[in-house]
């Protein structure tokens, strides 16, 4: 596609829920990232993938959040249980084996999550 | 891997006035530094980069340097607009890092009337 999708956009869920968040990054983009920005707060980095290597999972907050790639394309962020704390957007972005100037790391417009 | 820090957190500006957004970077094999502005509720976007080859990169407004030798670059904005207003991030690249994005944790600028 022509940018980093994103579904869904926005969703409510109850405390103690488990929900998946979906990222379809741009055709040809080996490298993908997930990060959760809370209101007002920076970008918190969560996990990258880059290709067949193993991803980077230094940046998941507990074991109630875990994240797959299949196929090296598209990727779910999966949070079990979910607290009123995981409340935030959750942005994905990718970006190609070689960034440059023009050709760098794009954002999808986020998932925002609210636990009630 | 690398580490990004940036400075200030926050800054008001007069419009019209310039600001300028400092960023500092540890890992000396980081050659890519693009820099993301982000407005309210929506997501980041590339305003400006640089490669490490150069040392200045102008856009209208906007420009970013780069200093290899002390690790840090700056984003300098000129005749800021109250549209200007937005959180804005560096970030660095790296090959020693597998070329992952490692971003600032941002500054919000504030453009008053």
């Known amino acids: 596609g022509a940018g980093v999708s994103q579904s869904p956009s926005n969703k409510v869920t109850e405390k103690g829920k488990d929900v998946e968040l979906r990222c379809d990054p741009i055709?040809?983009?080996?490298?993908l990232y997930w990060y959760r920005q809370s209101l007002g707060q920076g970008l918190e980095f969560l996990i990258y993938f880059q290709g067949n290597s193993a991803p980077d999972k230094s940046g998941l907050p507990s074991d109630r959040f875990s994240a797959e790639r299949t196929g090296g394309s598209v990727s779910t962020l999966t949070i079990q249980r979910t607290q009123q704390e995981d409340s935030a957007v959750y942005l994905c972005?990718?970006?190609?084996?070689?960034?440059?100037?023009?050709?760098?790391?794009?954002f999808g417009e986020g998932s925002w999550l609210t636990v009630v | 891997g690398e580490n990004v820090e940036q400075h200030p957190s926050t800054l008001s500006v007069q419009e019209g006035d310039s600001a300028v957004i400092k960023c500092t970077y540890s890992?000396?094999?980081?050659?890519?530094f693009p820099w993301y502005k982000q407005e309210l509720g929506k997501r980041p976007q590339l305003i400006i980069d640089i490669r490490s080859n150069v040392g200045e990169k102008k856009d209208q407004r906007i420009a970013v340097t780069l200093n290899k030798t002390a690790k840090h670059f700056s984003l300098h904005i000129t005749e800021t607009q109250p549209e200007d207003s937005a959180v804005y991030f560096c970030a660095a690249i790296g090959t020693n890092t597998g070329n992952q994005f490692y971003f600032g944790t941002g500054t919000s600028l504030t453009v008053i009337p």
């Open positions: 890992d000396s094999a980081s050659n890519y």
């Open positions: 055709s040809g983009h080996t490298a």
């Open positions: 972005a990718s970006s190609p084996p070689q960034p440059y100037s023009g050709n760098t790391i794009y």
